[in-house]
């Protein structure tokens, strides 16, 4: 399983950015694909999900900010990120369902 994340950067409060998680060594169209930060110091924690179906769920701090969605034929997921704060400064990842890996991640920095 290999996972490349992308499209971090810096960005002021209020603005937008649109992560990518490029996937290969799995089915892709049949697993759910979980996104997750991890800011500073602290612990990585899971940010929301994709179903197979399109299907999604959102940690309460980003619903309404954030959406998650995916291109089976690119076997990629996307989260786009709206609105965004400070505190959403962090590494973010994804993670296939079943499957003990991360990728290297990509920096969001959200500051004035």
């Known amino acids: 399983v290999q996972l490349v994340e992308s499209g971090g950067g810096f960005v002021q409060p209020g603005g937008s950015l649109r992560l990518s998680c490029t996937t290969s060594g799995f089915t892709f169209n049949y697993t759910t694909v979980s996104w997750y930060r991890q800011p500073p110091g602290k612990e990585r924690a899971w940010i929301g999900a994709?179903?197979?179906?399109?299907?999604?769920n959102y940690e309460e701090s980003v619903k309404g900010r954030f959406t998650i969605s995916r291109d089976n034929f690119k076997m990629t997921s996307y989260l786009q990120m709206n609105n965004l704060r400070p505190e959403d400064s962090a590494v973010y990842y994804c993670?296939?369902?079943?499957?003990?890996?991360w990728g290297p991640g990509t920096q969001v920095t959200v500051s004035s």
């Open positions: 993670q296939p369902f079943g499957y003990d890996s």
């Open positions: 994709i179903g197979r179906f399109g299907d999604t």
